[in-house]
């Protein structure tokens, strides 16, 4: 299964345009895959408990919010591939991003009496690509941003790992947020590439 995680707030945005083509392709495919929109979810404040990182192990800790949180790390952690689109807001990836980042808190396990805590190991690899949109140039992504970093973030205690970027710039004036001919070939290379990692269905 591929999950295809859309960190945009507008609706019928660039971010929701990527995300339908790539959902179309995967389907000609013929491959399992799940499109959310992190707009849709209802994802509540870590406050700090700690009750999560309590239980040792690799089994997730539990998070007392019971909001759609868990459904969404599982439905990651059964993929074998994760795609996040999002636009760059203030430099960085949307703030949602970093909500997500402190409840992420249930993949590690922090004894009471430990400096830090340690990571529970994830069974599997996860291939990881991001997809950005910005005003910026994409190529100055990488250099004026922190969206690399802040998905590595994400990604690390998922085990998402041979991260692929790809950076569409210049969506900063109104007439210049369109989906463009560029932009369709990024999503077809990327349907492409993800793909191979299906041999079973060629
Ligand atoms: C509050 C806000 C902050 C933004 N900050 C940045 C920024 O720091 N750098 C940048 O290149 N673009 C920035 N943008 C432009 C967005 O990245 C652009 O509008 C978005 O990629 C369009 O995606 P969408 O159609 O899915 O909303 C910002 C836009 C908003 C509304």
């Known amino acids: 299964m591929i999950t295809i995680l859309n960190f945009s707030q507008r609706a019928e945005g660039i971010n929701d345009t990527i995300c339908a083509d ?37 089994e997730l800790g539990e998070c007392h919010l019971g909001d759609d949180m868990k459904e969404l790390l599982e439905s990651i952690l059964e993929s074998r591939c994760l795609i996040v689109s999002a636009p760059i807001n203030c430099y960085d990836l949307p703030s949602l991003v970093r909500v997500m980042l402190e409840r992420m808190s249930v993949f590690c396990h922090w004894p009471d009496d430990k400096y830090a805590p340690a990571v529970r190991k994830m069974p599997r690899e ?3 690509v991001l997809i950005t949109t910005s ?10 941003t922190r969206a690399r970093k ?37 999503v077809r290379k990327i ?12």
């Open 126 to 128: 996860i291939k990881g």
């Open 22 to 58: 790539l959902q179309a392709g995967f389907t000609v495919q013929g491959i399992d895959t799940r499109s959310i929109k992190a707009r849709d979810l209802t994802i509540g404040f870590c406050n700090n408990c700690r009750s999560c990182m309590r239980a040792p192990g690799d």
């Open 135 to 144: 005003a910026l140039p994409g190529i100055m992504v990488p250099l004026v």
């Open 150 to 186: 802040s998905f590595s973030l994400f990604a690390r205690p998922l085990r998402v790992t041979k991260i692929d970027y790809h950076h569409l710039g210049f969506k900063g004036r109104k007439g210049d947020m369109n989906y463009t001919e560029k932009d369709r070939r990024v």
């Open 191 to 202: 349907i492409s590439d993800v793909s191979r990692l299906y041999p079973e269905r060629s």
